[in-house]
Structures are given as C-alpha cells and as structure tokens.
C-alpha cells in the first residue's frame, strides 16, 4: 500500500470515528439521563452498578463482602466511572459515550458493505434515534447498553465474511468474536445466545466440508477469545479466596434462584407460548426499532444476492439472541435492548432504495445527497426528542429532587455508613458518596424473606449509622434506637409515586 493511500485511508478512519461519536454524543445527551442535561439518573439498576463499582474500587470484593447479581466487568466500566465524578452520572454518560462510538462505528462499516459511505452516514442519525429513543433503552445504563457494541462488531464480522464470499471464516474474525463473547459472559451471560449462534455458523460451515481439524481448532481459537478476558477476574477472585461467591453471586442466583429454568410444571408448549406472547409484546413496545428488524431480515430473505447460508445464519443470531434472553422466564422492559443490533439489518435495502433513487437524479446529485443528510439528521434529533421516555425529566432540578433532599440531610463525613431498604439502590448511595459496607445493601427481588431478616439484623446491631427506606416505614426500627429525621416525596418511573423515610441512629 501507498503511503498516500495509507495516510487517506487513516485520515477517512478517523473522520468516521469522529462522526460516530458527534452523531452519539448528540442523543445520549437527549435519550440519557445521565447526561448532563438532566440532575440525576435514579434509575435503581443503573445506581446499583454505580454502588458495585464504587465498591470495588474502595477494596470491597464483589460476590463476597456486597452483591448485585450482573458480571464484575460490568462493574467494573462502572467503576471506572466511579473514578472520573464519584458522586453524579458524568463518569457514567462518557461510558456510555464510548460505547455508543463503537457500536455506531461498527453500524456503519455493516451498512457499508452494501452502500456509498455518504448513504450509510445519513442513516446513522436514523439507527440511534429509534434505538436511543426507544422503551427498551430506559434511562441509559443498563447492561445491555453496554453490551451493544459488541454485539455489533460480531455482526459486522458475520456480514462481512458473506458479503466478501469467503469459503471460510477468518482465524482472526473467530477470535475477535471470541474475545465479544468473553466480554458479553462477564457482563449478562443470558445474552451469550448471539454468539452461540455465530459460533454455530463456524461449526456447520467446517462440517459440511468434513474438515474435523480445522473444526476443533476453530473452536479452540473461539474458546480461547472467550476465556481471555475472564484471566484478570480468575486471579482476583482466587486471590481474594472467593472463586465460590463469584459463582454463587453471578451463576447460582441468576440461573436457579432468579428465572424459572427449574419449574417444572412449564412444559416446552407453554415455555414457546409465553416467548411468543413476550416477542409479540417486545414488538409493541419497541415498534420503532422492530420495523426496521422486520425490514432487514424480509430484504435479507427476498434478496437474491444473499446466499441461503447467509439468511439461515442472521435468522439463526435473532433467534438465538431472543431464546437467551428470554428463555428464563423473566421480562422487563429494557432486556430487549440487544435485539436493537439487528435495526442495522433494516437500514441496508432503505440505503440500497436511497443509492438507487440518487442514481436516478443524476443532476445535482451531491447537492441533493447532502441537503437530505441534513434534514434527515435534524428529523431524528426531533424524533428523538419528542420520542424519549426521558425527555420530561429535563425540567427537575436538583433543588427539586428528592435525593438531593435527602443527602442534605446527611452531614459530610468518611466513616458515614447507609443502607437502603424497600427497593434496590435508590441512588442515596451515588450522590452521598457513601460506600456500602454490608452485603444486602439494597433489597434485592431474589431471596427476599432472607433479604429482610438480614437488613434488619444490620439494624438492629447497628450495623448503619443511616437507613433509607421506601414507601414504608418499619415497626421496629425505633425500637432499634434509630429516629426518623426526614421524608421525601417522590414521583418515579411510569407515574409511580411513593414516600422515602430517612432515619439516623440517635447517639
């Protein structure tokens, strides 16, 4: 290669870079709530990250001395954050930032195999407003945000390979896509479907040509990218003597305590049942991102330059994705998120119908391609907009939010302890600065009888100097010598309005 055409080709690499983090900054900063637009993110889950994380850059091992049940990587982006404002989301929306970059780099590198760069950049704006703006997204920070841009680098890797019409999958693609899978395993194992199913395109694809070698090398290459990054969490949790409670906390709750893989009266009719009645419902709900899903694979099936491998191995990463996601039992809104990769499937024949039509238009032709970009660009930011579940919490102020109430209330100190009862980690935690010092620190679903006995164990041996408590308040905890110093009302999610009591331990 030429210098030249080296130095132009790292010059296009990092304008596109570039964009995708212009076009990413733009409507994490809208969609986000932890962007700084907006005076807090309270959402629980994500504040439960945060309080992880916290943790385990304060020396906390996870699993063992606090638990939450996603994967440490998880918690430790979040940790990172942690590192850059301990106490607001700020940390968190550069996280999130990054991450929307590559996702949206990889988006666009998957449109152009089949469109003109400036097409594909056009439709970028349109791919993070259906996704960014959608139910399934929340308030930004969930785990299967963080997943996304992996998901769409092995997406990238399966189109690229068909769309090159390679007769075998690159050594190094298949580690790559190893090295996602590790990743997506210490994250949300749940979500592993995607790959098990890219994996699985490898396997058939070295079968059918009777090459039992290259096919146990494959996996061996695969197998390793997926190992590789858990190596660092081996060595802490053995060092830390607690290999066990990473198990417990990550593996045991979630498969056999949390979903209902073990209920035995759920036949595999009524389990098929209740996924379809989940996907039909996930496609209400999140209808922006399904019509382009719906698009992509229709065109990927009509397209008679796609070959049948091709079709059966997208077809196979959707159901896939959707069976491990969703196979346990458990819905919520935001665990549909990483199907969201697959609206990349839907901009490619709306790409294809743009190309053709500019085609036509021959007269003006970059005139016309750019004054489109712009007007589609400023819709989607409307769109958006006008779309987020977020968009009306821009209007709180921190003198307004509850949580900020309730912190004023708690007097700066290093050995200040709290524990939050009623619900998961309401945030008190994030914007105290207080890091949690016993296990159940928040009151999780699993367990939950155990949950509150232990919490109340906590208080009554004055375990806490600080208790958080939501929508009730406890018989026997002044009892215990603590005393109620102040109460929030508090307008949360879906119109759901409810009461937080703080009390202190009297001296």
């Known amino acids: 290669m030429k210098i030249s055409t080296y130095i132009a080709s790292k010059k296009n690499s990092i ?27 309270n959402w ?26 996603k994967g440490p990587f998880l918690y430790f982006v979040y940790g990172l954050a942690y590192l850059l404002s301990h106490t607001t989301f700020r940390g968190v929306f550069l996280m999130e930032l990054i991450l929307a970059t590559v996702f949206l780099c990889f988006a666009k590198k998957s449109i152009e195999l089949y469109v003109k760069p400036g097409i594909a950049c056009m439709l970028l704006p349109v791919l993070a407003a259906i996704i960014y703006s959608s139910v399934s997204f929340y308030w930004g920070g969930s785990a299967e945000e963080v997943e996304l841009p992996f998901f769409s680098i092995g997406l990238y890797l399966l189109l690229k390979h068909y769309k090159e019409k390679e007769s075998i999958f690159q050594r190094k693609e298949i580690f790559v896509s190893g090295l996602c ?19 699985l395109v490898v396997v058939i694809s070295r079968m059918l040509k009777g090459q039992w070698k290259e096919l146990l090398f494959d996996c061996g290459i695969f197998l390793g990218g997926m190992l590789l990054p858990s190596v660092p969490w081996f060595i802490y949790f053995a060092v830390n003597k607690s ?4 198990y417990q906390g990550y593996i045991y709750y979630n498969v056999f305590v949390y979903s209902d893989l073990s209920d035995e009266a759920m036949t595999l009719g009524i389990r098929a049942y209740k996924l379809a009645k989940i996907l039909y419902w996930q496609i209400i709900v999140n209808i922006r991102y399904f019509c382009f899903i719906i698009l992509g694979v229709i065109g990927l099936l009509v397209s008679r330059k796609r070959v049948i ?5 997208v077809l196979g990463l959707c159901f896939f994705t959707f069976l491990g996601i969703y196979i346990g039992g458990v819905e919520l809104m935001y665990y549909s998120l990483p199907l969201s990769v697959f609206a990349i499937l839907g901009m490619i024949p709306v790409g294809q119908a743009l ?17 489109t970009g712009i007007v589609i660009f400023a819709a989607s930011l409307i769109f958006a907009n006008a779309f987020s579940m977020n968009t009306e919490y821009r209007k709180t102020t921190k003198e307004e939010s509850y949580l900020y109430q309730l912190a004023q209330q708690i007097p700066e100190a290093e050995d200040n302890t709290l524990l939050n009862i009623g619900c998961l980690d309401a945030g008190l935690y994030t914007v105290t600065g207080i890091v949690p010092n016993c296990y159940w620190f928040q009151t999780q679903t699993i367990l939950y009888d155990q949950v509150r006995k232990e919490q109340q164990r906590y208080i009554e041996e004055h375990q806490v100097k600080y208790v958080i408590s939501r929508g009730y308040e406890p018989e026997y905890i002044e009892n215990a010598g603590y005393e109620l110093i102040y109460q929030a009302p ?17 001296n």
């Open 355 to 371: 190309d053709w039509l500019y085609e036509q238009l021959r007269d003006g032709h970059l005139v016309l391609v750019f004054s």
């Open 309 to 313: 491998w091709e079709k059966l191995a």
């Open 44 to 69: 629980d889950d994500a504040n439960s990250y945060f309080s992880m994380g916290k943790a385990l850059f304060n020396g906390k091992v996870i699993y063992r001395d606090i638990l939450d049940q």
């Open 15 to 41: 304008c596109s870079i570039l964009f995708c983090f212009f076009i990413a900054f733009l409507f994490l900063l809208i969609c986000s709530r932890s962007s700084f637009l907006y005076a807090y993110n």
């Open 490 to 506: 508090a307008k949360l999610h879906e119109g759901k309005d409810t009461v937080f009591y703080l009390y202190e331990l009297k």
């Open 181 to 199: 899978a590790g990743f997506i395993l210490l994250i949300k194992f749940n979500s592993l479907g995607f790959f098990a199913a890219w994996m």
């Open 243 to 246: 290999l066990f409670y990473w």
